[in-house]
């Protein structure tokens, strides 16, 4: 079936560089179909005909920026994905009784944190809890459904029925086939927009624990040290940064120490 706009090597290229740019995320070669396909929905909704056109209007249109960033940023994610991560957590929740404060850095649409949330619930015996959470992500729409809580009812099958019961509650007429996250789950966490290629987090240091799974694929390995480093200097010495199943961090010795399956604890000689 043929396109129906043209989509050439340098456009791509383009919108790689743009990519870039804005966020630090690497576009591989491969993803040509893929970049096609979402900005495709964004020339369509702007009555553009062609890609030199969307890029042209995104040099002159700021709030477009947004819209780019969210329509090519992936959102890959579920309840206690990577699960030996939050057996870990529950550990050191029971090891550490006092107040904490953990940062999901790549949130997407909720499961994450949320997941975090309901960890610290069963570990802490009270969804009222003496730990702090704050999640963020770069794209704005994922932000809006994570605050919002609601997901497809199959997806929450998938939980244990204690979990089901304990946190969420199933819809009903309008809202059937669907189950949100208890008031108190939601109000527990802290949501706010962050791009990690930023200077500046908005978050205050003395983190103990960071999730940061999965996120630093997409950077090449110069610019994964930079945001590593940036995160390490907001964590405590000893705390714990844990990553996705695909990424290694064994080179980065000076500043932290592997203790687990992609959990590492951070130095106390800080950089």
Not at 24 to 41: C, E, H, P, Q, T
Not at 97 to 105: E, N, Q
Request: charged share 25%.
């Amino acid at each position: 079936m043929e396109k129906p706009f043209a989509f050439t090597t340098k456009e791509f290229n383009a919108v790689r560089q743009k990519i870039r740019s804005l966020t630090g995320i690497n576009l591989a070669d491969s993803k040509d179909n893929m970049v096609y396909s979402r900005l495709s929905r964004r020339l369509r909704a702007l009555n553009l005909t062609t890609f030199q056109a969307y890029l042209d209007y995104l040099d002159t249109h700021q709030d477009e920026t947004e819209h780019f960033i969210n329509s090519l940023t992936t959102n890959l994610t579920s309840f206690f994905r990577e699960a030996h991560h939050f057996e870990q957590l529950s550990e050191y929740l029971h090891q550490h009784t006092g107040p904490l404060r953990i940062w999901c850095t790549a949130s997407s649409s909720g499961e994450e944190p949320y997941s975090i949330a309901m960890t610290c619930a069963e570990a802490r015996g009270s969804l009222s809890t003496n730990v702090k959470i704050y999640a963020s992500d770069i794209d704005s729409r994922m932000l809006e459904r994570a605050r919002a809580g609601i997901y497809p009812i199959d997806q929450v099958e998938k939980l244990s029925l204690a979990r089901r019961k304990r946190f969420f509650h199933r819809g009903k007429g309008s809202n059937a086939g669907k189950a949100r996250v208890v008031a108190e789950l939601r109000n527990s966490i802290h949501f706010f927009q962050q791009n990690l290629l930023a200077t500046e987090f908005a978050i205050d240091p003395g983190l103990d624990i960071v999730f940061c799974r999965n996120v630093m694929i997409y950077f090449d390995k110069p610019t994964q040290e930079i945001i590593v480093k940036r995160i390490i200097k907001l964590m405590k010495p000893n705390g714990w940064y844990i990553a996705g199943h695909s990424e290694n961090f064994n080179h980065l010795t000076a500043i932290m120490r592997a203790r687990g399956k992609t959990i590492y604890q951070v130095n106390g000689n800080q950089i």
